[in-house]
Structure formats: structure tokens, C-alpha cells
């Protein structure tokens, strides 16, 4: 499995958007990439995913790069909710005995 | 629809004393995880099972057993609580070549 580098933490001022960046610059063209959110003393949490194409839904968006080797995760109007630890991953399209590897994440932190 | 749940969500051992995480699903997925977190870290696999019947290691199973009693349930066992065993515990599930994996919100396991 291709391998993620993001940076270790992030801050943002609330009611901004949130470009938290993920380079998987060994990424094949038979893997997904994922973001999971980890807010302090939960479970992670799905965010979103995406192979190509940008991706959007009710909680961020997702920027990849045409060449697929890094992406970005967009909160566009971060609040104080959103303070947590965002893990980038990626994973096969076809599951299989696929793991989730979760590695330290990017801490953000999003101040008044 | 509960997701996984873990129980219990606290617990404080003596060291040498054992006991069982449990954990159970109600999404019908065939493949079950358990990680530890420590302070500062990602997750770290401790086993996993694929589908009913099957078991495997992870990263870190020293000192752990895990039983897949069933499709829905998958238990972590420690025979012989140590101290280095002080962590928060998750366990996952994912249905193999679908979306996200679901996590539980953790126990909280203490061993003095």
C-alpha cells in the first residue's frame, strides 16, 4: 500500500476554510484515497474519499491532483467542532484482505 | 443503528489480573480490527479477522488473544495485564471491497 506524508499539525481561524494537504506521491492507479477524522477520545471517523475526480459532500471536500500524488481536504468554514486529528489513507479499489493503516494524522486545531 | 460497540468504556486492572474487550457490529461486515492508541500516536494493529472463523496478527499482538465468536462479535483478551498495556483500545469493522471502516468509541484501559 502507497505510503501518506502529512504535516504534523494545522491551525485555522474558525468560520475559514480548513486546506489540510496529504502527498502520496507512490500512490497506484488501483487505490483509493481516504480522510478520517479523529476528535479527542472518539473513534475515527469517515470524512470522505476519492480515486480521480474531486469529491464533495455534507462535511469537506476533496482536491486531488491530476497526477494523483497528493491531495487535499477542504473544511470550508471551520468551527471549533472541528478540532481533531485528520488521517489521510489509501486503500485499494478492490478490498480483499485490505487493512486500514493509520499513521499520526495532522492535528488541527481551529481557535476563535 | 448502533455501528460497533465497545464494551466496557473504562477499566482499571491490577497488574496480572485479565480480562476481555468486547466488541460487536450490526452492519453485517465480515472483517473486524482491534488497534491501541497511546498518548501522541496513530493506530497500531493488535489483530484482525477477516471473515467468521478466521484470525491474524497485527502489528503489535504480544500479549493479547483475540476469539471471533461470531459474524458480529470479536473479542480482545489480555491473559496477563501489564503495565505497557495502558492504552485506549478501538475495534473496527469493514465489509471487504466496500467504503469506510466504522470504529467504536474506545476503551479506556488502565493497568497499574
Given at each position: 500500500d502507497a505510503k501518506t506524508t502529512q504535516p504534523t499539525s494545522m491551525d485555522c481561524a474558525e468560520g475559514r476554510a480548513a486546506n489540510l494537504p496529504c502527498n502520496h506521491s507512490t500512490i497506484s492507479g488501483n487505490e483509493y484515497v481516504y480522510w478520517y477524522r479523529q476528535i479527542h477520545s472518539q473513534g475515527p471517523q469517515y470524512i470522505i474519499h476519492g480515486l480521480k475526480n474531486n469529491e464533495t459532500n455534507e462535511m469537506a471536500s476533496l482536491i486531488i491532483t491530476e497526477d494523483r500524488k497528493s491531495s487535499t481536504l477542504i473544511l470550508p468554514h471551520a468551527t471549533l467542532r472541528d478540532t481533531a486529528v485528520y488521517y489521510c489513507i489509501v486503500r485499494p479499489v478492490s478490498g480483499g484482505s485490505y487493512i486500514p493503516t493509520f499513521g499520526r494524522g495532522t492535528s488541527l486545531i481551529v481557535h476563535p | 443503528n448502533a455501528g460497533v460497540t465497545q464494551t466496557p468504556k473504562f477499566q482499571v486492572l491490577k497488574t496480572g489480573q485479565s480480562m476481555t474487550l468486547q466488541c460487536a457490529q450490526d452492519?453485517?461486515?465480515?472483517s473486524m480490527y482491534w488497534y491501541r492508541q497511546d498518548p501522541g500516536m496513530g493506530l497500531r494493529l493488535i489483530y484482525y479477522s477477516a471473515s467468521e472463523g478466521t484470525t491474524d496478527k497485527g502489528e503489535v499482538p504480544n500479549g493479547y488473544n483475540v476469539s471471533r465468536l461470531n459474524k458480529r462479535e470479536f473479542s480482545l483478551r489480555l491473559e496477563s495485564a501489564a503495565p505497557s498495556q495502558t492504552s485506549v483500545y478501538f475495534c473496527a469493522s469493514s465489509e471487504p471491497g466496500r467504503t469506510e471502516a466504522f470504529f467504536g468509541q474506545g476503551t479506556r484501559l488502565t493497568v497499574v
Amino acid at each position: 500500500d502507497a505510503k501518506t506524508t502529512q504535516p504534523t499539525s494545522m491551525d485555522c481561524a474558525e468560520g475559514r476554510a480548513a486546506n489540510l494537504p496529504c502527498n502520496h506521491s507512490t500512490i497506484s492507479g488501483n487505490e483509493y484515497v481516504y480522510w478520517y477524522r479523529q476528535i479527542h477520545s472518539q473513534g475515527p471517523q469517515y470524512i470522505i474519499h476519492g480515486l480521480k475526480n474531486n469529491e464533495t459532500n455534507e462535511m469537506a471536500s476533496l482536491i486531488i491532483t491530476e497526477d494523483r500524488k497528493s491531495s487535499t481536504l477542504i473544511l470550508p468554514h471551520a468551527t471549533l467542532r472541528d478540532t481533531a486529528v485528520y488521517y489521510c489513507i489509501v486503500r485499494p479499489v478492490s478490498g480483499g484482505s485490505y487493512i486500514p493503516t493509520f499513521g499520526r494524522g495532522t492535528s488541527l486545531i481551529v481557535h476563535p | 443503528n448502533a455501528g460497533v460497540t465497545q464494551t466496557p468504556k473504562f477499566q482499571v486492572l491490577k497488574t496480572g489480573q485479565s480480562m476481555t474487550l468486547q466488541c460487536a457490529q450490526d452492519m453485517n461486515h465480515n472483517s473486524m480490527y482491534w488497534y491501541r492508541q497511546d498518548p501522541g500516536m496513530g493506530l497500531r494493529l493488535i489483530y484482525y479477522s477477516a471473515s467468521e472463523g478466521t484470525t491474524d496478527k497485527g502489528e503489535v499482538p504480544n500479549g493479547y488473544n483475540v476469539s471471533r465468536l461470531n459474524k458480529r462479535e470479536f473479542s480482545l483478551r489480555l491473559e496477563s495485564a501489564a503495565p505497557s498495556q495502558t492504552s485506549v483500545y478501538f475495534c473496527a469493522s469493514s465489509e471487504p471491497g466496500r467504503t469506510e471502516a466504522f470504529f467504536g468509541q474506545g476503551t479506556r484501559l488502565t493497568v497499574v
